[in-house]
């Protein structure tokens, strides 16, 4: 948003991408900083999926403090990699429309039509237009693993660095009382 705005950050994160480079964390910061001051984040805001390091961490902290504001709560919702890996591996999805399906939670016609058979490309197909359906590239086992374990590896000193304000959530069950469970951790502000 703060490059298709063209901020000066924008600007900023526009050269690093065309140059090929990474956008540094002052730069990405600088872009949330932004953003939080907008007036639709006055009574709070939320993150999700930054900080991813230590590093981005400390400078969104040093940020906050400069505005007297901190990280009220962390949300860690908390699943078996074994769930992750039926959840993710068994998405399938119609590419023209972005209908999506899953192998378990909601299969298409196509493989309700054959009880106890595996999702193959053979047996999946969109419910609307009968057209094929298709699995991302990434929804593999082994691009999960490996997804898994770059998580791991940069998630859990990022919840070391803030266990004061950690909630850990059981995000194994149903979706409704995944959201009224972090619904109830959220602080309340007026305004």
């Not at 860690?76 to 899953?102: F, M, N, Q, T």
């Not at 593999?140 to 791991?152: F, P, S």
């Amino acid at each position: 948003a703060a490059v298709a705005a063209g901020t000066d950050v924008g600007r900023r994160a526009k050269a690093a991408m065309d140059s090929g480079g990474l956008v540094t964390d002052d730069i990405v910061v600088a872009i949330i900083r932004d953003r939080i001051a907008a007036k639709d984040c006055a009574r709070g805001f939320i993150l999700d999926g930054f900080p991813r390091t230590i590093e981005q961490a400390k400078k969104l902290d040093e940020m906050l403090a400069k505005r007297g504001e901190k990280v009220d709560v962390v949300v860690s919702l908390e699943v078996p990699d074994s769930l992750l890996e039926k959840r993710i591996c068994g998405r399938w999805v119609h590419k023209a429309s972005g209908r999506s399906y899953h192998a378990s939670f909601n299969p298409p016609k196509s493989l309700k039509a054959c009880p106890g058979k595996q999702a193959k490309p053979k047996r999946m197909f969109d419910d609307e237009t009968g057209e094929q359906l298709e699995q991302r590239s990434d929804d593999t086992k082994e691009a999960l693993v490996t997804r898994l374990e770059a998580y791991h590896s940069q998630t859990k000193p990022i919840l070391e660095h803030y266990s004061p304000v950690v909630a850990k959530i059981d995000a194994a069950k149903d979706m409704s009382e995944v959201w009224t469970a972090i619904e109830a951790v959220l602080p309340t502000r007026e305004n």
